[in-house]
């Protein structure tokens, strides 16, 4: 099984900060990355796939990017909208990472 | 728009069967399986399986194989989660997805004596 671990597990940061979010592919995953952003009303939302592909709607402060088998999800600029859950999805044959909880500083 | 709606909460004992219904609308409900993502109290997300809504074959992660049925009903734009012999640890809020670029609003099950 593909494993996806999701670093870090939790990150504190201020309004305006730019932050980076990683996972590594345990395996060969190809680029079938999602990046997916959970709410605290339980709201998920999926941001980014094909591992930079930017979902339509999506702000453009989102991107995501792969260096061999680490896939990283960068926000250029933090806004207020932006603290919540971010999970990794490797669709491949489908694992989640452990999830990363962004909170304000 | 695309919209998927989940049936409400659920309370069950121990040993009881529950039900999950997950209604597509704004596409056609055939073009995309559907998935089903598992998200236990306070925790992440787990996949759970899916099932083609073409032939209506389901898949099961490995955590999930025996007590676990994915069905649809395809003329009503609906697919099913079905949980038989609930236990403590199936408390959690269950999500269904097609293609994971939308996704319902979750159906919290709680299992309790």
């Known amino acids: 099984d593909i494993q996806m671990t999701q670093s870090p597990s939790s990150l504190s940061a201020s309004l305006g900060e730019r932050v980076s979010l990683t996972c590594r592919a345990s395996?060969?995953?190809?680029?079938?990355l999602s990046w997916l952003q959970q709410k605290p009303d339980g709201t998920i939302k999926r941001l980014i796939y094909a591992a930079s592909t930017l979902d339509s709607g999506v702000p453009k402060r989102f991107s995501g990017s792969r260096s061999g088998s680490d896939y990283s999800l960068t926000i250029s600029s933090l806004e207020s909208e932006d603290f919540a859950d971010y999970y990794c999805l490797q669709y491949a044959s489908y694992t989640f990472g452990g999830g990363t909880k962004l909170e304000i500083k | 728009q695309i919209q998927l709606v989940q049936s409400g909460p659920e309370l069950k004992k121990p040993g009881e069967t529950v039900k999950i219904s997950c209604k597509a609308s704004g596409y056609t409900f055939t073009d995309y399986s559907m998935h089903w993502v598992k998200q236990a109290p306070g925790k992440g997300l787990k996949w759970m399986g899916w099932?083609?809504?073409?032939?209506?074959?389901?898949t099961y992660a490995d955590d999930f194989k025996g007590r676990f049925a994915f069905s649809l009903e395809t003329s009503a734009s609906t697919a099913y989660l079905q949980i038989n012999n609930l236990k403590n640890e199936d408390t959690a809020t269950y999500f269904c997805a097609p293609i994971f670029a939308y996704w319902g609003q979750g159906t919290l099950v709680t299992v309790s004596a």
């Open positions: 099932i083609n809504t073409e032939t209506g074959e389901p």
């Open positions: 395996q060969e995953i190809s680029g079938y």
